[in-house]
């Protein structure tokens, strides 16, 4: 259950990223993991050079195809190895071109996912601060209702209710938050296991 949260939680984040230009981001970084907007081919990759590559890495069906697979994060990374070992497998000459090609394909699709991830974090915790100050102007009126001898109890228990809901929320957020600051590292290293399955595969 808890993870069907995360889940939904983290669909939320990303949902909200393209509200933001992809790198820009804003100052509400409310992770402690320093912020890293993108990856280089370096940070993950230890193969040739994917900038050198001549073919773009959506031209090749087979490829293609096999990126949109990987890059999924609800694959497990033993069935990922095994398929680019299989695909691998299958090459002849043009092992290490279309292998590099693979990777090039991963590293932009999963990159990309990653620089949403981080958006979508910025935004939402900026909405945060915003149901934090709602929460604080409705504590601020209900002070205000219980201290009025003349307000209506129906009112101040209506009031009451209202707070108690926007705080659950704010307080439901806050909790699940550092679970999805977690999130873009996760890519990061599910991308550096696949860089390195490919290249374990590439001919000696």
Known sequence: MASLRLAALLAAVIAAAPAVAAG?????????????????????????DIEALETDWRDDEEVAALVRRLSQRRVPIEEA????????????????????????????????ERGQIIDGIERYAHRQREVAQKVRSMASELGALRKDPNADAAAIDEAKTALDWQT????????????????PRFVEQRLFALGRAIVKAMPN
């Open 81 to 112: 190895e095994a398929d680019i070992a299989a695909f691998a497998a299958e090459l002849d000459a043009d092992k290490t071109e279309r292998l590099t090609l693979l990777f090039a394909g991963l590293f932009e699709t999963m990159n990309t």
């Open 24 to 48: 820009q981001g804003t100052s509400d970084w409310p992770c402690v993991q320093r912020k890293v907007p993108a990856l280089t081919p370096a940070a993950v990759w230890t193969g040739p």
């Open 168 to 183: 659950r929320i704010y307080n439901e957020r806050r909790a699940s938050l550092p679970y999805v600051c977690e999130v």
